[in-house]
C-alpha cells in the first residue's frame, strides 16, 4: 500500500514543470499556480475524507474509490491543451489524491492497533516502502526519458488503478465515531477533531506544522528548477545534475528510507519536540547547503543537502503524523490525521507558495528573468531557523527518557 501510494504521485510531483515548459511550452507565470492546487485540496479534502472514514464508510473502501477516480483524473490530463483547464485537471488529481495520503497512515495504524503491535516501533518500517516506491518512480519517469512526456501520467493511473483494486482486500476498518448514543451537533458532522485546538500543546503543534509545511512546500517547488536552471551556464550544462535532476533530488528521498527507520529510537530518546527541532535545524541545513552548491565543485553541498533533507522531511511528517495518532481518541483518528493533513499540506503549502512566489519575484529576480538563487535559499534558512527558535520556546512538552508519549484520551 505505501509503496503504490507514493509511486503515484512521484510519477509526476518532481518532473510536472519539465512536462509544462518543455512539452507544452506554457508560461512560467502560470505554472506557479499549478503547486498551489495541492494546498486548495489539502484545505478540505483530508479532513473532510476522515470524518466520512470516522463516521460513515470503512477507510479502505474509501481509500480503494479515491485512487479510482484519481487514476480517470490522471488518464485525462494529457488530453488537456491550454493553461487554465490544466489547472482544473490537476486539482481535481489533488482533490482525489491528498486525502488517501492521511487515510494510508489512518488505516495502517487501525490495522497496526488491532494486532496489538506497537505503533511507534512497527510502522516506519512499514512506512519506508513509500519513501522506496517514491524512488522507484523518479527513476523509472527519468530512465524512460519520460520527464517531459505526457506518459509519466500514464504510468501514475496504472498504479493507481491497481492501489485501488488492492484496497478493497486490505483488513476491514470500520468507523469508530458512529458507535456513540448522545452526540452533540458537532459531533453529528464529525467536527470532534477540530475540539482539538482547544488544547494549547496540540494547537501550536498545529501551527508550527503549517510553519513547517511552507518550508516543504519551497522545497518541492524550486529544488528542480533550481537544478535546471544551471543548464544555462557554459561551466555546469553537461553536468550529471543537470542532464538527470529528478535523480539527483531523488537521494532525498533515498535518504528518508534510513531516517524513517531511526524514528522509533529518536522518538523514544528524545521526545517528540527533540524530533521536530531537529527537523527545524535540518531544513536550515538544507537550505543553506542549496545556497552554496552548485553542479560541478559545490556538488557535494547539493548532495549533502538532500540527504539532510531526510531527516527534515521524515523527523517532521511521519513523528508528527505518531504523535496526532498517540495523543487522539480512536474514535477521531482519521479526522485528526485529516486536520494534520490540512495544516501542512493545505494551509502550509498555500502561504509557502504564495509568500515565497512574491518574495523571490521582487527581491531575487533580475531584469532578464533570471533568479539570484543563494539569496533565495539563505531567506529560506532564516525562515526555518525563526521557526526552530519560536517552536523551542513556544511549545511546551515534557517527554519521559526512552518511552513513547503517553497516549492521551480526549
Known amino acids: 500500500m505505501n509503496f503504490l501510494q507514493f509511486f503515484i504521485w512521484a510519477c509526476w510531483l518532481i518532473t510536472i514543470g519539465s512536462y509544462w515548459f518543455n512539452n507544452k511550452h506554457w508560461s512560467g507565470a502560470e505554472f506557479g499556480a499549478i503547486f498551489s492546487t495541492m494546498g486548495i485540496a489539502s484545505l478540505f ?62 488505516i495502517a495504524y487501525t490495522i497496526l492497533n488491532n494486532k496489538q503491535n506497537d505503533i511507534v516501533n512497527d510502522f516506519p518500517p512499514i512506512r519506508v516502502w513509500g519513501t522506496v516506491g517514491f524512488v522507484v518512480a523518479l527513476w523509472v519517469i527519468s530512465l524512460t526519458g519520460n520527464e517531459t512526456s505526457h506518459n509519466q501520467f500514464y504510468i501514475a493511473a496504472a498504479a493507481a488503478v491497481v492501489l485501488g483494486i488492492y484496497s478493497f482486500t486490505l483488513p476491514n476498518c470500520p468507523p469508530l465515531a458512529r458507535e456513540s448514543d448522545k452526540k452533540t451537533f458537532a459531533e453529528t458532522l464529525g467536527l470532534n477533531a477540530f475540539f482539538l485546538f482547544k488544547d494549547v500543546k496540540i494547537a501550536m503543534f498545529f501551527i508550527f506544522s503549517m510553519f ?21 551556464v557554459n561551466e555546469y550544462k553537461d ?8 535523480i539527483i533530488m531523488s537521494i532525498s528521498q533515498i535518504s528518508e528510507t534510513l531516517f524513517i527507520l531511526a524514528i522509533p529510537f529518536f522518538l523514544k530518546r528524545f521526545g517528540i519536540k527533540q524530533v521536530m ?18 553542479p560541478g565543485n559545490g556538488l557535494w553541498m547539493i548532495i549533502l543537502s538532500c540527504i539532510v533533507y531526510g531527516m527534515a522531511f521524515d523527523f517532521f511528517n511521519i513523528s ?25 499540506n493545505g494551509f502550509g503549502a498555500i502561504s509557502g507558495s504564495l509568500i515565497s512566489g512574491f518574495i523571490i519575484q521582487k527581491y531575487f529576480t533580475l531584469a532578464d528573468g533570471t533568479k539570484t538563487w543563494p539569496g533565495i535559499w539563505l531567506t529560506f534558512a532564516i525562515y526555518s531557523l525563526i521557526v526552530a527558535l519560536l517552536f523551542a520556546v513556544l511549545f511546551k512538552h515534557k517527554h519521559e527518557k526512552n518511552a513513547a508519549d503517553v497516549k492521551i484520551n480526549h
Do not use: C
Open 277 to 294: 527541532l531537529f527537523s527545524m535545524f535540518a531544513w536550515v541545513l538544507r537550505f543553506g547547503l542549496l545556497a552554496y552548491g552548485n
Open 45 to 106: 479534502m483530508p479532513t473532510l475524507t476522515g470524518i466520512i472514514a470516522d463516521k460513515w464508510v470503512s477507510a479502505e473502501k474509501l481509500y480503494g474509490i479515491l485512487h479510482l477516480l484519481g487514476a480517470a483524473a490522471l488518464v485525462y490530463i494529457p488530453e488537456v491543451n491550454n493553461p487554465g483547464d490544466f489547472f482544473w485537471a490537476i486539482l481535481l488529481v489533488v482533490i482525489f489524491y491528498m486525502p488517501t495520503i492521511a487515510l494510508a497512515n489512518s
Open 239 to 246: 553536468a550529471i545534475a543537470v542532464k538527470y535532476p529528478a
Open 212 to 232: 513547517l509545511g511552507a518550508s516543504l512546500q519551497l522545497t518541492n517547488a524550486y529544488g528542480d528548477t533550481f537544478l535546471h536552471d544551471f543548464a544555462g
Open 320 to 344: 508528527g503524523s505518531l504523535f496526532i495518532e498517540t495523543y487522539t481518541s480512536p474514535k477521531i483518528r482519521a479526522s485528526a490525521q485529516g486536520l494534520f493533513m490540512m495544516m501542512v
